[in-house]
């Protein structure tokens, strides 16, 4: 199974993630845990380039540098481990280029949905959505102290986002999972990891 974890600023990913490590590894779950951007050594030099605040990047150059490393994460983590039957968790996939680069930097859907059919990126088979206001999210972002290039954008930009990805889960509600990102931590917890398991059993 391949699934996705996405939510703008102060979500809570990284926490998430490292929640459901522990958890699937203590129930000898299988599991291959990923990033994006920078899941791969050619991703993390694009990585520096993507959050670093003294680069002013065009949009189109900022989604084909996200796109050069989806590329290396598809071929050389998702596509492997999926062809020997081992389970696949992202942070941050397609969906993540639908909110940010299409509807915060403003590059047309059709577009993006061309590139990525011919780049044939594989589409998950879950993606769970931590939803959380923009302005708590944040905040949060804030209390962690210095920002990144993007972390810096307006809140218009941010607002731009979620309504993205909010829009996207009611499109596609058999893939996508939204969870309160405002909820206790392991709430928020026991809500992904009892999903992702009822999706394997299922399948």
């Known amino acids: 199974m391949f699934i996705s974890l996405e ?27 990923s990033k ?3 899941a791969t050594e050619e991703g993390q030099a694009i990585r520096n380039i993507l959050l670093d605040k003294s680069i002013d990047l065009d949009p189109y150059a900022e989604t084909f540098l996200l796109l050069a490393d989806r590329s290396q994460h598809v071929k050389k983590i998702i596509y492997p481990a999926i062809s020997k039957g081992i389970h696949v968790l992202t942070d941050r996939y397609i969906d993540s280029t639908y909110a940010y680069q299409g509807a ?3 590059i047309n859907e059709d577009v993006l949905n061309y590139l990525f059919k011919m780049l044939n990126f594989p589409i998950p088979d879950l993606t769970i959505f931590l939803d959380i206001p923009v302005i708590e999210g944040l905040e949060r972002v804030q209390r962690r102290g210095e920002m990144d290039r993007f972390e810096k954008e307006e809140i218009t930009f941010f607002e731009r986002i979620r309504e993205s990805y ?34 394997l059993k299922n399948d």
């Open 36 to 38: 994006e951007p920078g």
């Open 104 to 106: 915060g930097r403003g």
């Open 7 to 33: 939510g703008s600023e102060g979500a809570g990913k990284s926490s998430l993630i490292e929640s459901l490590i522990q958890s699937f590894k203590d129930a000898n779950k299988e599991f291959v845990f």
């Open 166 to 199: 909010l829009f996207r889960a009611k499109q596609e509600p058999e893939r996508f999972f939204v969870i309160d990102a405002r909820k206790p931590q392991d709430e928020v917890h026991k809500l992904a990891r009892d999903c992702i398991l009822n999706k």
